[in-house]
């Protein structure tokens, strides 16, 4: 349960960075503190502020959350194809959706590494890949655990009802008003904040539906392999 694990400690360290993020946003860099609806998750990383003020502090958690949930990103998808193996179609897609979901565990890392306030092109590139190669695994998932008669199609449906909130997303990210306006930085890091907590909840959801299987497998021998 790594990835449950690393998710609630991203749930409740990243409260911890809020409040000791010294303040600034890009519309404004002299307000106060963090605002949870127009500061970015990726100002947390940040190594100073938009002041100049250290930030030392939240960018060591942040950075250090993140690289952990990158890595359980990429152990999850690397061991999740086990439960596919019983038809010659969901085997492709899990194989094929893993992929897409190591490379997204990748990108997290490499947002990680990379603070917004001194590599902001190349932390865009892996915000970028993160997000977008994530959506292509959820969409493979859901298709794979539909068509596998061994996994409750329950998990396909909150992998779907995930697909529509973050592909919503990725629109507003490449079509929705500048981030650098006091119109749009709003739009942007509120809508930010609702797809992070909901791929959380998400994952989740798909890690203890993976354990449960994987227990039933156990005791009750259930075929999800050749």
Same mark, same amino acid.
């Given at each position: 349960?790594?990835?449950?694990?690393?998710?609630?400690?991203?749930?409740?360290?990243?409260?911890?960075?809020?409040?000791?993020?010294?303040?600034?946003?890009?519309?404004?860099?002299?307000?106060?503190?963090?605002?949870?609806?127009?500061?970015?998750?990726?100002?947390?990383?940040?190594?100073?502020?938009?002041?100049?003020?250290?930030?030392?502090? !939240?960018?060591?958690?942040?950075?250090?959350?993140?690289?952990?949930?990158?890595?359980?990103?990429?152990?999850?998808?690397?061991?999740?194809?086990?439960?596919?193996?019983?038809?010659?179609?969901?085997?492709?897609? !899990?194989?094929?959706?893993?992929?897409?979901?190591?490379?997204?565990?990748?990108?997290?890392?490499?947002? *990680?590494?990379?603070?917004?306030?001194?590599?902001?092109?190349?932390?865009?590139?892996?915000?970028?890949?993160?997000?977008?190669?994530?959506?292509?695994?959820?969409?493979?998932? !859901?298709?794979?655990?539909?068509?596998?008669?061994?996994?409750?199609?329950?998990?396909?449906?909150?992998?779907?009802?995930?697909?529509?909130?973050?592909?919503?997303?990725?629109?507003?990210?490449?079509?929705?008003? !500048?981030?650098?306006?006091?119109?749009?930085?709003?739009?942007?890091?509120?809508?930010?904040?609702?797809?992070?907590?909901?791929?959380?909840?998400?994952?989740?959801?798909? *890690?203890?539906?993976?354990?449960?299987?994987?227990?039933?497998?156990?005791?009750?021998?259930?075929?999800?392999?050749?």
């Amino acid at each position: 349960m790594f990835g449950v694990f690393s998710a609630l400690l991203f749930l409740i360290l990243t409260v911890y960075c809020m409040s000791v993020y010294p303040g600034g946003i890009v519309t404004d860099h002299y307000s106060e503190g963090y605002d949870f609806f127009k500061n970015y998750f990726s100002d947390l990383g940040r190594t100073h502020d938009f002041l100049g003020r250290s930030n030392f502090t !939240s960018m060591v958690i942040f950075m250090t959350l993140v690289t952990l949930i990158g890595l359980a990103t990429i152990f999850y998808y690397v061991t999740a194809p086990y439960f596919f193996s019983n038809t010659a179609l969901c085997r492709k897609l !899990s194989v094929y959706g893993s992929v897409m979901g190591f490379i997204t565990g990748i990108g997290y890392i490499g947002i *990680a590494f990379t603070p917004a306030d001194l590599l902001l092109p190349m932390h865009l590139v892996f915000v970028q890949i993160a997000f977008n190669s994530f959506f292509v695994a959820v969409i493979l998932y !859901s298709i794979a655990i539909y068509k596998n008669p061994a996994y409750p199609n329950f998990y396909a449906y909150v992998y779907l009802m995930y697909a529509l909130v973050l592909g919503c997303y990725i629109l507003i990210m490449l079509f929705g008003p !500048s981030g650098r306006t006091p119109e749009g930085i709003g739009i942007q890091a509120s809508s930010q904040k609702m797809v992070v907590y909901s791929q959380i909840l998400c994952m989740m959801i798909q *890690a203890y539906g993976s354990w449960m299987l994987n227990n039933k497998i156990d005791k009750e021998g259930v075929t999800v392999v050749d």
